[in-house]
């Protein structure tokens, strides 16, 4: 199964951005479709973008749509959440994870984005 480990959060300003990125272990990263989640401290996971293995369609929370762009790169297998126009809601624990016949089995550790001035 792959692995990912999810970097790139950090402290931004409201209206700033920041690019993450979910770098994943093996070969097969290219044949799944992947998604980005977010969960708020002491709040439920949310879903936030989808991506399917060749780039060819996207998919997003209304509350991003417009701001974040979700994209892929299937030699490198590293999946990307660009995330601009940030919002203090938007702050939260930021989850890649691989979509496998309908579920999501495999998670990265996240990546902790604060929106804040």
């Known amino acids: 199964q792959v692995q990912f480990v999810e970097s790139g959060g950090g402290l931004v300003q409201p209206g700033g951005s920041l690019r993450l990125s979910c770098a994943a272990s093996e070969f097969a990263f290219s044949s799944y479709a992947m998604t980005w989640f977010r969960q708020a401290h002491g709040k439920g996971l949310e879903w936030v973008s989808d991506i399917t293995s060749t780039s060819d369609r996207t998919y997003y929370a209304d509350f991003v749509k417009g701001r974040f762009t979700i994209s892929r790169d299937n030699v490198k297998n590293i999946l990307y959440l660009q995330m601009n126009d940030l919002k203090s809601e938007d702050t939260a624990v930021y989850y890649c994870?691989?979509?496998?016949?309908?579920?999501?089995?495999?998670w990265g550790q996240g990546t902790q984005v604060t929106v804040s001035s």
């Open positions: 994870a691989n979509e496998e016949s309908g579920s999501w089995e495999n």
